[in-house]
C-alpha cells in the first residue's frame, strides 16, 4: 500500500481509460499524482477526487500532448505544486484508423506530435527534475509488436517508436539511476474499445487468453515498474496483452 510514499507521479491523459487507472493505482500505493486532459475536465476532477479519497493529493492539469508548450508546463507545474516529480507515466494517446491512401498530413502529424513528439518532450523535462530511483514509463500497444489486421500502421509506427526511444533512454539515464520502460497494452476494456463494442468479438479471435484486459491489469504492471520491483528493469518493453503477439 505505501510502496509509493513520498513520491510524486505524473499521468499524461490521466481522466479516463488506462490513464485514469493507473493515477487511481498509484495513488493507493502512496504516491500523489498529477494527471493531465485534453478536455475531459469533469472526468478529470473525479480522478483528482477518488485519488484524495486515497489519502494522497492529487492535480489536474488541462495540457494537450502534441503540444509542445503545454505539455512541458505540464511537466513544470506538477513540480512546482507537488513539489517534486519521480514516476513519468506516458500514457496520451490518439486512436487513428483507416486505410494508408485515406491518411492525411494533418492526422499522421497530430499522430506523431501526440505519440512521439510529446512523449520525447515531456520525458526531456521530467527527468530534468528525477534523481535516483526516478521512472519513465511510456504506454505503448500490442501494435507495436504484431499487426494482424489493416489499418493501423500510423499508429503502429507511432507506438512502436517509443521502444526504440526507451532503449535509448536507458543508456542516457542509466548511470543517473533512472529506469525507462514500455508497457504494451493489449486489447483492454475501455470507453474507446469496450469488451462489448462491435468488433470485439472479432478481436478477441487474436488473444491467446480469449478476453479482454481491464485496466487495472495494466495499472498493475505500471505499478510495479514505478515501484521497487522496476528498480532493475530498463531499456525494454513488457506486453500485458494476453497473448496478442504470442
Same mark, same amino acid.
Given at each position: ?30 504516491? $500523489? ?5 485534453? $478536455? ?26 502534441? $503540444? ?40 499522421? $502529424? ?137
Amino acid at each position: 500500500m505505501a510502496g509509493l510514499a513520498g513520491r510524486v507521479a505524473l499521468v499524461t491523459g490521466g481522466s479516463r481509460g488506462i490513464g485514469a487507472a493507473v493515477a487511481l493505482r498509484l495513488a493507493r500505493d502512496g504516491a $500523489d499524482v498529477a494527471i493531465t486532459y485534453l $478536455d475531459a475536465g469533469e472526468k478529470a476532477k473525479g480522478v483528482v477526487a477518488e485519488i484524495a479519497g486515497a489519502g494522497r493529493r492529487g492535480l489536474a492539469v488541462a495540457a494537450d500532448s502534441g $503540444d509542445a508548450t503545454a505539455i512541458v508546463a505540464a511537466v513544470e507545474r506538477t513540480v512546482t505544486e507537488l513539489g517534486r516529480l519521480d514516476i513519468l507515466v506516458n500514457n496520451a494517446g490518439v486512436f487513428p484508423y483507416g486505410p494508408i491512401d485515406e491518411v492525411t498530413v494533418e492526422e499522421l $502529424d497530430r499522430t506523431l506530435a501526440v505519440h512521439v513528439r510529446g512523449v520525447y518532450l515531456a520525458t526531456q523535462a521530467a527527468v530534468r527534475h528525477m534523481g535516483r530511483g526516478g521512472r519513465v514509463i511510456s504506454i505503448g500497444s500490442c501494435f507495436a509488436e504484431r499487426v494482424p489486421y489493416p489499418g493501423v500502421s500510423l499508429y503502429a509506427m507511432t507506438k512502436s517508436a517509443l521502444v526504440g526511444m526507451t532503449r535509448g533512454l536507458a543508456r542516457d539515464l542509466g548511470p543517473r539511476g533512472i529506469t525507462a520502460t514500455v508497457v504494451h497494452p493489449g486489447s483492454t476494456d475501455t470507453d474507446m474499445n469496450p469488451a462489448d463494442g462491435a468488433g470485439a468479438n472479432h478481436e478477441r479471435t487474436f488473444i491467446a487468453l480469449g478476453a479482454y484486459a481491464s485496466t487495472a491489469d495494466i495499472a498493475a504492471t505500471v505499478s510495479h515498474l514505478a515501484g521497487e520491483g522496476g528498480r532493475y528493469v530498463t531499456g525494454t518493453a513488457i506486453s500485458v496483452d494476453g497473448g496478442f503477439a504470442a
